[in-house]
């Protein structure tokens, strides 16, 4: 029998107001006896309890005093040795992310790191809350800070299995490993139920990773005021939105890091809470600060042309001086310094974006996308099965590429535009970013002869979308993000110099080195070099490595 509002329960509580039910339990708002405080009291709802209902309720308890977290709630008391079982329990006043409105970006994301620091407490602990939605986050009135509720059927790492799709009753929030094959079958969701199935066969379960995907549909349906796309009809082939293109004023940076937590399957996903946390640490990067240019950019009268959607800059036939005799470049064989004459050519303005590529991707459709092991790169990642550039990084530099990716878009774009697109020789790719024509004499860095922060895109967490730091790192023939961002690969082999244009032949289908150029975010300053030259393996795939397109005569 359910008790009455003001009957003091155990002796020691008095009941106030009913908070909620569940299948398992009522809660109620409580004052405690002594001490005298407000608390929540949560016991058994039915006189008869089943088998599970205690074992539950007790695991909850123990799972509970277990930890302390500004984020979590405490717990004060329990018992399970009488007829009718009970946690006692700080009361958080507030209101649930359901409930909540008029909420501000700058709350969302602060609630989303407090949570994140929340989840990321407990996992260490070997437990994975399993249920975390809107209406078990409760935002406290008094301080505006974020609270994870109910921790019912939380379940240490080690006993998960036995359990495994208990919660995933909420579909809109709960990732593709807690749905029941037998449940999707009776739904004739046979596809679905055979996805999970392959799923626990590869031992695929609840684990830290599903905490990672709540949480993330969860501030996706705060930020959006949507639901996101269910997995099971994703395997169904619907298209899940990223956020930023259900709400525009969501920075693409946040709509990349929830979109890359709410990926299928659980191996595409930020395998912990702590990732999820540095990755929203990285993207978010303050502009760099305005610069007036320190040298005179050079005008040509035919200096630019936009070809298929791209723009080209027009570099005039004549003769530079390449390479550097500056001893800290000794070692990359930049040296000896000497003249080069190159013919009339165009090189791009900027590097290769996710957005072009994704064209190239769609017209070819056996042709790998942009991917890799690395745990760095899991960010820049595309999507194999939906084939697409991570959400949020359209603007970015196409990174992951190999040398023959390159060469295989530069071939498809030529066919498709009529025009002879190509990498360029690292001769040329040197030219555009330093050599001076008004003085006849070549940058040690694209600005000017001192390197500068702010500048250009280096010793930074993670890239930026192209032209963040134009026109202060703009070169002298006005190339954007030539240096720092991502390297870019050139058609040249690593020779020694120097370096002749005519009797020098890289071969298309060479297995050897290919020189890269520029640095890229993640690197020191002196890589910036106009001259430094760094070598990749042609099969090499790598986070901060990118290229940009060279043209001889686009008509």
């Known amino acids: 029998m359910d008790p009455k509002l003001g009957q003091i329960l155990f002796g020691k509580y008095r009941i106030i107001r009913e908070l909620g039910r569940g299948g398992m339990g009522v809660t109620y708002l409580a004052e405690s006896i002594k001490p005298k405080r407000l608390c929540v009291l949560k016991t058994i709802l039915r006189n008869e309890m089943n088998d599970q209902d205690l074992p539950r309720m007790d695991n909850e308890a123990q799972i509970m005093a277990d930890y302390k977290h500004p984020h979590l709630p405490a717990i004060y008391d329990y018992d399970f040795e009488g007829k009718r079982p009970y946690i006692v329990m700080e009361y958080i006043e507030g209101k649930t992310l359901y409930d909540k409105t008029n909420i501000t970006f700058d709350e969302a994301l602060a609630w989303l790191i407090q949570l994140l620091n929340a989840v990321y407490h407990i996992h260490q602990k070997d ?38 799709f208990l919660k995933a009753r909420n579909r809109n929030f ?21 996805y999970v199935r392959d799923l626990q066969k590869n031992n695929y379960h609840t684990s830290y990773y599903t905490d990672v995907y709540a949480l993330a549909a969860t501030f996706y349906y705060v930020l959006t005021g949507r639901f996101p796309t269910s997995p099971g009809m994703r395997v169904l082939d619907e298209y899940l939105k990223p956020p930023h293109e259900v709400n525009s004023n969501i920075p693409e940076t946040l709509s990349a890091v929830l979109a890359k937590a709410l990926e299928l399957h659980p191996r595409d996903r930020y395998q912990t809470a702590q990732q999820m946390l540095t990755a929203l640490q990285l993207k978010e990067q303050k502009p760099p600060p305005k610069f007036k240019p320190a040298i005179p950019v050079v005008i040509h009268p035919e200096s630019q042309r936009v070809v298929a959607g791209i723009e ?225 393996n042609p099969a090499s795939r790598r986070p901060n490595l990118g290229f940009r397109l060279a043209c001889d005569n686009p008509g």
């Open 174 to 194: 709960a990732p593709i490993e807690q749905y029941s094959p037998d449940q999707l079958m009776v739904e004739s969701l046979e596809k679905v139920a055979y």
């Open 312 to 536: 080209l800059i027009y570099v005039p036939a004549g003769e530079f001086l390449m390479g550097s005799d500056d001893p800290e470049l000794v070692l990359v064989r930049s040296n000896p310094r000497h003249s080069v004459w190159l013919d009339t050519y165009y090189i791009g303005r900027y590097p290769v974006t996710n957005r072009e590529y994704q064209k190239f991707i769609d017209a070819n459709d056996k042709h790998p996308v942009p991917t890799s092991d690395l745990p760095e790169a899991q960010p820049y990642c595309w999507n194999p099965m939906t084939r697409r550039h991570p959400p949020g990084f359209e603007n970015h530099p196409v990174v992951l590429i190999s040398w023959r990716d390159a060469l295989a878009y530069c071939q498809w774009l030529s066919r498709e535009k009529g025009h002879y697109f190509r990498l360029p020789s690292e001769a040329e790719w040197e030219k555009a970013a330093g050599w001076d024509m008004t003085t006849s004499s070549n940058r040690r860095f694209p600005w000017g002869p001192d390197f500068e922060n702010g500048r250009c895109n280096i010793g930074n967490e993670a890239p930026a979308p192209i032209g963040r730091y134009s026109p202060a790192g703009d070169s002298p023939f006005g190339l954007v993000d030539v240096a720092g961002n991502v390297w870019q690969w050139t058609s040249s082999q690593y020779w020694n110099y120097p370096f002749d244009p005519k009797g020098r032949v890289d071969k298309r289908d060479h297995n050897g080195r290919r020189v890269g150029r520029g640095g890229a975010f993640n690197e020191p300053p002196l890589k910036a070099h106009c001259a430094w030259r760094e070598w990749f």
């Open 127 to 164: 437990i994975i809350h399993r249920d975390i939605h809107p209406g078990n986050i409760c935002i406290q009135v008094e301080t505006n800070q974020a609270f994870l509720l109910d921790f019912g059927i939380a379940r240490r790492l080690d006993s998960t299995h036995t359990e495994l």
